[in-house]
C-alpha cells in the first residue's frame, strides 16, 4: 500500500525518506513547530544536557535538553532537523501554490497554470465529497473482469499507469554494469505492508491485525462482496509471498540482485506467470521485447511468487486488487478512504493527527511536479552565493578525502590507486540540476483530483520507460531541489545535495566554520563515503559493478566493516530491538567516514593558525558538536520499531555516539577516559576511511 512512487534503488540517502514513504504519506493539522534556534554561530547551547558527560552518552550531551521539552506534533511520527527544514520547506511551496492557485483554470496549459490548478482541486474539499467513491467504479468494474491469470497479468501489468498493483515491480535503471545504457529491471513486489517481517514476526502480530481491519474497510468501502473473508485470504496471501521475498539485507547486495536475462529467458525459467502480457501491459514496446534483457533482482523469490499466484484463488487475486487499487487512491477520495487509511497509518506509525489538507495538497502537487515547483523554489529561495560557498566546501572535503586514501594504511597499492582514480572522476552537483524536467504532455483538469493523480502517475512511467535504448542522460536529477535530503548515485559516481538541505542546521554560510564542517561538512563527507562503503565500493570509477578490489584488500575493508557492523548490531534501540548492523553497515561506514573527514577538512582549513576557542568550545569540540546536533531527533516508538526493520539508516543516537567513539580525537576533545560508557580501548576503535 505504498503511495505510488517510482524509485532508483540503487541510490543511497541521506536520512530515512525512503523508508518513511513507505508507510502512508500523511503529514499536520497544529501549526508549525517553530524551527530551532540556533545562536549566531550555529550552535544551540542550551540545548545540551550539561549534566550527561559527553563520554557516557555524547547524543544526550549535545541534545539532552532539547530533546526532554520537545514533543513530537501531532502529525508527525519523528521531529528533528530533518522535519522542520521539511517543513520549511511545505509552507514555502504552499505561498507559491497559493500564488499560483489563485485563478485556476480549466484546461491548464502551462506549467504553472497546472501546478495552480492541480492543487486549487485538491483543496476544493467539497467537490471531492461530493464526488465520494465514484472514481474508483471504472477500475473495479474491470477487477471484476479479470477472469485467468492472463487478465491477471494484464490488469497487473497496466497498473504501472493506473492506481491498481502488481506482484512484481518493473523499473526504468541505470545498468549497474553499463552505466551508459539503460536497463528494464524486475523486482519483487506485492506486499502491502513494509515489510516482510511485518507478516512473520510475532512482534507485529497487532500491526498485521491493524492492516487486515485496514483491507476489511477498504472491500467494504468499495461495495466488495464479503470483506472480512476476503481480507483475511489477501493477508494470508500476502504472507505466503512474505515467505519467499528475500530479505532486505540480501536486496542491498549490488552483485546478487543482478541477474540480466532475455524475457524469452524469463519466460522459460518462470512459465507460471504471463510475463509477456504484463510487459506489454506495462507499456514496454512489443518490438523485440523476447530477446530484450531485464535485469531479475531476486529470482528464487520471483520463481516462488509466481508459483504461488497460480495457485491461487482467482477470488483471492481480484479481491488483492480491488483493495490495492482503493488503497493507492484513498488519498485523493473523499474521506472515509482518507480516514481508513490514516487509521492503519496511525496504528503503524503511532502518529496521531492526520495531516492538515492544505500540507497533503503540497505534498501531492509536489509529487506529481517536483521538478517544476523545484525551479519555482530555487528562484525564489536559493541563493546563488550558497552554491559557491558550497563549492568550496566539498572541494575541500574531496581534498581531506584524497589525503586520507593516500595515506591509507590498510590498502594495496594498486587498490589505493583505483581508489584515487575514482575520488578523481567524482561530480558533484549542488542546489539545482542544469537541466528542467519539461511537463508539457502532463494533462491536469480543474475538478478531477483522482484523473489528475493518475494520470501524473502515468506520466512518470511513461517518462521512465523513454529512457529505454537511449544514453543515458547524466543531467538527471532523482529528488527535487526543494527535499530535505541528499544522496550518492554509485552508478553515475556522483553526489548530490538538493538546495532545501543547504540550510541551518545543515548549513550556515554565517556559520563558525567548525560548527558548518560538523554539519554539512559531515554530511558532504557521509555522501563521499558512499563511494567506498560495502555496498558502493563495488562500482567503480566509471559507475561500473565490477570488482575493482584486490582479494587481500577486500578481506582487509570485511574485517574491518564486520568489526564496526558488531558495535550497531549491540545498540538497543528499545528493551529488546536491536540495530540490524549488516541492514545499516553502507550508512553506519559513511558517517564514520563522513565525521573523519568533516575534521580532517576543518583542519585543513584553518592553515596552521590555531582554531579559535568559543563560548569555552575548542575548535574541535564544535566540529563534534555540529555532527551531533545534525541528528537530535525524537522517534515515536512504533515508528522507530517499524524502521529498524526497513531503514538502512542507524537511528539517531547511534548516528552520533557509534562513529564518534571510533575516532581518537573525539577522546581528545573531551577528555574521555576508561570507565566513561563510550569508552573503547584504542585497539578497539574501527578506522576504515
Ligand atoms: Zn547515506
Same mark, same amino acid.
Given at each position: 500500500?505504498?503511495?505510488?512512487?517510482?524509485?532508483?534503488?540503487?541510490?543511497?540517502?541521506?536520512?530515512?525518506?525512503?523508508?518513511?514513504?513507505?508507510?502512508?504519506?500523511?503529514?499536520?493539522?497544529?501549526?508549525?513547530?517553530?524551527?530551532?534556534?540556533?545562536?549566531?554561530?550555529?550552535?544551540?547551547?542550551?540545548?545540551?544536557?550539561?549534566?550527561?558527560?559527553?563520554?557516557?552518552?555524547?547524543?544526550?550531551?549535545?541534545?539532552?535538553?532539547?530533546? @526532554?521539552?520537545?514533543?513530537?506534533?501531532?502529525?508527525?511520527?519523528?521531529?528533528?532537523?530533518?522535519?522542520?527544514?521539511?517543513?520549511?520547506?511545505?509552507?514555502?511551496?504552499?505561498?507559491?501554490?497559493?500564488?499560483?492557485?489563485?485563478?485556476?483554470?480549466?484546461?491548464?496549459?502551462?506549467?504553472?497554470?497546472?501546478?495552480?490548478?492541480?492543487?486549487?482541486?485538491?483543496?476544493?474539499? @467539497?467537490?471531492?465529497?461530493?464526488?465520494?467513491?465514484?472514481?474508483?467504479?471504472?477500475?473495479?468494474?474491470?477487477?471484476?473482469?479479470?477472469?485467468?491469470?492472463?487478465?491477471?497479468?494484464?490488469?497487473?501489468?497496466?497498473?504501472?499507469?493506473?492506481?491498481?498493483?502488481?506482484?512484481?515491480?518493473?523499473?526504468?535503471?541505470?545498468?549497474?554494469?553499463?552505466?551508459?545504457?539503460?536497463?528494464?529491471?524486475?523486482?519483487?513486489?506485492?506486499?502491502?505492508?513494509?515489510?516482510?517481517?511485518?507478516?512473520?514476526?510475532?512482534?507485529?502480530?497487532?500491526?498485521?491485525?491493524?492492516?487486515?481491519?485496514?483491507?476489511?474497510?477498504?472491500?467494504?468501502?468499495?461495495?466488495?462482496?464479503?470483506?472480512?473473508?476476503?481480507?483475511?485470504?489477501?493477508?494470508?496471501?500476502?504472507?505466503?509471498?512474505?515467505?519467499?521475498?528475500?530479505?532486505?539485507?540480501?536486496?542491498?547486495?549490488?552483485?546478487?540482485?543482478?541477474?540480466?536475462?532475455?524475457?524469452?529467458?524469463?519466460?522459460?525459467?518462470?512459465?507460471?506467470?504471463?510475463?509477456?502480457?504484463?510487459?506489454?501491459?506495462?507499456?514496454?514496446?512489443?518490438?523485440?521485447?523476447?530477446?530484450?534483457?531485464?535485469?531479475?533482482?531476486?529470482?528464487?523469490?520471483?520463481?516462488?511468487?509466481?508459483?504461488?499466484?497460480?495457485?491461487?484463488?482467482?477470488?483471492?487475486?481480484?479481491?488483492?486488487?480491488?483493495?490495492?487499487?482503493?488503497?493507492?487512491?484513498?488519498?485523493?477520495?473523499?474521506?472515509?478512504?482518507?480516514?481508513?487509511?490514516?487509521?492503519?497509518?496511525?496504528?503503524?506509525?503511532?502518529?496521531?493527527?492526520?495531516?492538515?489538507?492544505?500540507?497533503?495538497?503540497?505534498?501531492?502537487?509536489?509529487?506529481?511536479?517536483?521538478?517544476?515547483?523545484?525551479?519555482?523554489?530555487?528562484?525564489?529561495?536559493?541563493?546563488?552565493?550558497?552554491?559557491?560557498?558550497?563549492?568550496?566546501?566539498?572541494?575541500?572535503?574531496?581534498?581531506?578525502?584524497?589525503?586520507?586514501?593516500?595515506?591509507?594504511?590498510?590498502?594495496?597499492?594498486?587498490?589505493?590507486?583505483?581508489?584515487?582514480?575514482?575520488?578523481?572522476?567524482?561530480?558533484?552537483?549542488?542546489?539545482?540540476?542544469?537541466?528542467?524536467?519539461?511537463?508539457?504532455?502532463?494533462?491536469?483538469?480543474?475538478?478531477?483530483?483522482?484523473?489528475?493523480?493518475?494520470?501524473?502517475?502515468?506520466?512518470?512511467?511513461?517518462?521512465?520507460?523513454?529512457?529505454?535504448?537511449?544514453?543515458?542522460?547524466?543531467?538527471?536529477?532523482?529528488?527535487?531541489?526543494?527535499?530535505?535530503?541528499?544522496?550518492?548515485?554509485?552508478?553515475?559516481?556522483?553526489?548530490?545535495?538538493?538546495?532545501?538541505?543547504?540550510?541551518?542546521?545543515?548549513?550556515?554560510?554565517?556559520?563558525?566554520?567548525?560548527?558548518?564542517?560538523?554539519?554539512? /561538512?559531515?554530511?558532504?563527507?557521509?555522501?563521499?563515503?558512499?563511494?567506498?562503503?560495502?555496498?558502493?565500493?563495488?562500482?567503480?570509477? @566509471?559507475?561500473?559493478?565490477?570488482?575493482?578490489?584486490?582479494?587481500?584488500?577486500?578481506?582487509?575493508?570485511?574485517?574491518?566493516?564486520?568489526?564496526?557492523?558488531?558495535?550497531?548490531?549491540?545498540?538497543?534501540?528499545?528493551?529488546?530491538?536491536?540495530?540490524?548492523?549488516?541492514?545499516?553497515?553502507?550508512?553506519?561506514?559513511?558517517?564514520? /567516514?563522513?565525521?573523519?573527514?568533516?575534521?580532517?577538512?576543518?583542519?585543513?582549513?584553518?592553515?596552521?593558525?590555531?582554531?579559535?576557542?568559543?563560548? /569555552?568550545?575548542?575548535?574541535?569540540?564544535?566540529?563534534?558538536?555540529?555532527?551531533?546536533?545534525?541528528?537530535?531527533?525524537?522517534?515515536?516508538?512504533?515508528?522507530?520499531?517499524?524502521?529498524?526493520?526497513?531503514?538502512?539508516?542507524?537511528?539517531?543516537?547511534?548516528?552520533?555516539?557509534?562513529?564518534?567513539?571510533?575516532?581518537?580525537?573525539?577522546?581528545?576533545?573531551?577528555?574521555?577516559?576508561?570507565?566513561?560508557?563510550?569508552?573503547?580501548?584504542?585497539?578497539?576503535?574501527?578506522?576504515?576511511?
Amino acid at each position: 500500500m505504498n503511495q505510488k512512487t517510482f524509485s532508483r534503488k540503487a541510490v543511497l540517502l541521506l536520512s530515512a525518506s525512503l523508508g518513511l514513504a513507505a508507510l502512508p504519506s500523511v503529514v499536520s493539522a497544529k501549526p508549525a513547530v517553530p524551527l530551532i534556534t540556533y545562536d549566531q554561530y550555529g550552535l544551540d547551547l542550551a540545548g545540551r544536557n550539561t549534566s550527561v558527560k559527553p563520554g557516557d552518552s555524547f547524543f544526550d550531551y549535545a541534545n539532552g535538553s532539547f530533546l @526532554k521539552t520537545l514533543e513530537i506534533p501531532s502529525d508527525m511520527s519523528s521531529y528533528g532537523p530533518f522535519n522542520a527544514l521539511a517543513e520549511t520547506s511545505r509552507q514555502r511551496i504552499q505561498s507559491i501554490l497559493k500564488d499560483l492557485s489563485a485563478h485556476p483554470v480549466d484546461q491548464p496549459k502551462t506549467i504553472n497554470e497546472k501546478l495552480g490548478t492541480y492543487y486549487a482541486s485538491f483543496m476544493d474539499e @467539497k467537490a471531492v465529497e461530493a464526488i465520494g467513491a465514484k472514481p474508483l467504479e471504472a477500475e473495479i468494474a474491470t477487477i471484476h473482469q479479470i477472469k485467468d491469470l492472463k487478465t491477471f497479468a494484464q490488469f497487473s501489468g497496466a497498473s504501472a499507469t493506473t492506481f491498481g498493483s502488481s506482484p512484481f515491480s518493473v523499473d526504468v535503471d541505470v545498468d549497474a554494469k553499463d552505466p551508459t545504457q539503460y536497463a528494464l529491471s524486475i523486482d519483487q513486489a506485492g506486499l502491502g505492508m513494509p515489510d516482510r517481517d511485518n507478516y512473520l514476526k510475532p512482534e507485529f502480530a497487532s500491526k498485521k491485525a491493524a492492516y487486515q481491519a485496514y483491507v476489511t474497510k477498504l472491500l467494504t468501502l468499495v461495495h466488495w462482496a464479503d470483506p472480512a473473508k476476503s481480507a483475511a485470504d489477501i493477508v494470508a496471501f500476502e504472507t505466503e509471498i512474505a515467505k519467499v521475498h528475500w530479505a532486505r539485507t540480501e536486496l542491498r547486495d549490488p552483485d546478487k540482485t543482478y541477474n540480466p536475462m532475455t524475457v524469452a529467458a524469463l519466460v522459460k525459467s518462470t512459465p507460471s506467470f504471463d510475463w509477456m502480457t504484463w510487459l506489454l501491459a506495462a507499456g514496454v514496446p512489443e518490438a523485440g521485447l523476447e530477446q530484450r534483457t531485464v535485469i531479475v533482482g531476486e529470482p528464487s523469490a520471483i520463481k516462488a511468487e509466481a508459483d504461488l499466484i497460480a495457485k491461487t484463488d482467482l477470488n483471492t487475486l481480484r479481491a488483492w486488487q480491488a483493495f490495492h487499487t482503493a488503497s493507492n487512491a484513498a488519498s485523493f477520495l473523499s474521506n472515509p478512504f482518507v480516514q481508513a487509511r490514516f487509521a492503519y497509518a496511525k496504528a503503524m506509525s503511532g502518529q496521531p493527527a492526520l495531516a492538515a489538507r492544505w500540507k497533503r495538497g503540497v505534498d501531492f502537487t509536489s509529487a506529481a511536479m517536483e521538478m517544476a515547483l523545484g525551479k519555482i523554489y530555487v528562484d525564489r529561495y536559493f541563493p546563488a552565493s550558497d552554491r559557491a560557498a558550497m563549492q568550496t566546501l566539498t572541494g575541500n572535503l574531496k581534498a581531506a578525502f584524497h589525503n586520507r586514501l593516500e595515506h591509507n594504511t590498510w590498502m594495496s597499492a594498486q587498490t589505493r590507486d583505483a581508489a584515487l582514480k575514482k575520488l578523481a572522476s567524482f561530480e558533484i552537483q549542488v542546489g539545482y540540476p542544469n537541466e528542467w524536467r519539461d511537463y508539457s504532455d502532463l494533462v491536469v483538469k480543474k475538478g478531477d483530483v483522482y484523473g489528475n493523480a493518475k494520470r501524473a502517475f502515468a506520466f512518470e512511467w511513461h517518462y521512465q520507460l523513454s529512457h529505454l535504448d537511449k544514453v543515458v542522460d547524466r543531467n538527471e536529477w532523482l529528488m527535487s531541489p526543494a527535499t530535505v535530503n541528499a544522496y550518492n548515485n554509485p552508478r553515475f559516481v556522483e553526489v548530490v545535495f538538493p538546495a532545501a538541505i543547504l540550510q541551518p542546521p545543515f548549513f550556515n554560510p554565517k556559520a563558525d566554520p567548525a560548527v558548518n564542517y560538523g554539519a554539512i /561538512g559531515g554530511v558532504i563527507g557521509h555522501e563521499m563515503t558512499h563511494s567506498f562503503d560495502d555496498k558502493g565500493r563495488k562500482y567503480d570509477d @566509471k559507475g561500473r559493478l565490477r570488482n575493482w578490489w584486490t582479494k587481500e584488500d577486500e578481506e582487509r575493508f570485511q574485517k574491518l566493516a564486520d568489526r564496526f557492523g558488531a558495535q550497531y548490531d549491540a545498540f538497543e534501540v528499545q528493551p529488546g530491538v536491536h540495530v540490524n548492523g549488516k541492514l545499516t553497515m553502507g550508512e553506519n561506514i559513511a558517517d564514520l /567516514g563522513g565525521l573523519t573527514l568533516a575534521l580532517d577538512a576543518y583542519h585543513a582549513s584553518l592553515n596552521g593558525k590555531p582554531a579559535p576557542v568559543i563560548d /569555552g568550545l575548542t575548535g574541535d569540540q564544535r566540529v563534534f558538536m555540529g555532527w551531533a546536533q545534525v541528528w537530535r531527533e525524537k522517534v515515536r516508538p512504533d515508528t522507530e520499531k517499524q524502521l529498524v526493520v526497513i531503514d538502512p539508516h542507524s537511528p539517531p543516537k547511534a548516528r552520533v555516539n557509534i562513529p564518534m567513539h571510533n575516532v581518537d580525537l573525539w577522546y581528545k576533545a573531551w577528555n574521555v577516559q576508561p570507565g566513561d560508557k563510550l569508552y573503547l580501548a584504542p585497539d578497539q576503535r574501527v578506522k576504515i576511511w
